[in-house]
């Protein structure tokens, strides 16, 4: 077989990889699995990667049957053994598909914190690309909650949700929670909680308004008020703070790839010149040129996945920035927010975004 080359421009593949671990055959996931962990202290066992590997398929099919609290488990077992990206991210999206979002967004954040290795094999990339992606996801649907307390003055209430107290600092201040329903509850010593019931779905952002009085004072006419409508100010807003987040952390990650795959393929080039052309399988530098496309296209692959991601969520938190003033200027704000655009870019040697606001 003879290796040639032609020129090229740093760019993505025209379709990213998707992850679908049920269609993985048992050989590939044993060899990715068999890869030395990147987290663990000591490398694990033989044994233990052929477990590992055997618990991966039975996630997959319990995952596939829709039984995902029995995937999540396997998964949780194979990680404990691996502590591989693939690994860790299979549980990051077993946790979102039972709906522990908060969880499962911290177990995606943990794949883009394993250190990478080089030449590490395509399914750890993969699963990086993936995590970035879960992540912009979870934050789109995690919803929000602003609990405050309304309280004579000097007065100061316990308030709690489903029966676990709530600091003082944390009253009045945005906080994110998973999807379900929850008891709110307010009291003041001498009187009876006041309590309600507040149902959070994904992407929601609700204000409860807990309304206690004094000891011996009349109660209230109205002891709890509930707006669930998605806030202009404070929700918009903390919305706008995430998605730019987020943004800024894929757009990072992107550029930092997109580097890297511009000086693995800088080595590619001078690998084949020492070969020279055409470079022939028999020739000593003719693996090393293919090893190295090799991590050239995967260290791409997570690029073009940052960008994308970056894009989006820049984008998304502009608009939301535009969209939360509305109340002030309802038909600027559209205007402003449907004109703005986010749109990536890479070219042979850099990578970025650019935009229209």
């Not at 009045?172 to 309600?196: F, H, I, K, N």
């Not at 002891?223 to 919305?239: C, F, K, M, P, Y």
């Amino acid at each position: 077989m003879v290796l040639r080359r032609v020129n090229r421009l740093l760019s993505p593949r025209s379709v990213l990889p998707r992850l679908v671990p049920s269609r993985l055959a048992p050989a590939l996931l044993l060899l990715c699995l068999s890869s030395a962990s990147l987290s663990a202290l000591a490398a694990p066992s033989e044994a233990e990667k052929r477990k590992a590997a055997g618990l991966m398929l039975q996630g997959d099919k319990a995952a596939q049957a829709e039984r995902f609290p029995e995937a999540l488990e396997s998964y949780r077992q194979a990680d404990a053994i691996m502590g591989v990206p693939s690994t860790r991210v299979a549980v990051a999206r077993a946790l979102a598909k039972t709906g522990k979002l908060l969880e499962a967004r911290k177990t995606a954040q943990q794949v883009l914190e394993i250190p990478s290795a080089d030449n590490e094999p395509r399914a750890f990339v993969n699963a990086r690309a993936e995590a970035v992606r879960l992540v912009a996801e979870l934050d789109r649907r995690i919803p929000t909650l602003l609990l405050s307390v309304s309280a004579p003055a000097g007065a100061e209430a316990v308030v709690t949700i489903d029966g676990e107290p709530l600091p003082g600092e944390q009253i009045g201040v945005a906080r994110q929670m998973d999807p379900g329903t929850y008891v709110v509850s307010a009291a003041l010593t001498g009187r009876d909680p006041v309590e309600r019931e507040v149902t959070l779905r994904e992407g929601d952002t609700q204000r409860v308004t807990l309304r206690v009085d004094a000891p011996g004072a009349a109660p209230a006419d109205t002891a709890a008020v509930i707006d669930s409508d998605q806030e202009r100010g404070n929700g918009l807003r903390l919305g706008a703070y995430v998605g730019l987040g987020v943004g800024l952390v894929a757009t990072g990650v992107g550029a930092f790839y997109a580097i890297k795959a511009g000086g693995t393929r800088d080595d590619s080039d001078a690998a084949f010149q020492r070969c020279g052309s055409p470079c022939r399988d028999t020739h000593p530098e003719s693996a090393n040129v293919r090893e190295l496309d090799d991590q050239a296209d995967s260290e791409q692959t997570i690029s073009t996945a940052g960008f994308i991601v970056g894009a989006a969520g820049i984008a998304t938190g502009v608009v939301l920035w535009l969209l939360s003033s509305a109340d002030e200027d309802p038909q600027s704000a559209l205007r402003d927010a449907t004109s703005a655009r986010i749109q990536p870019w890479i070219g042979a040697r850099g990578a970025g975004v650019f935009g229209r606001f």
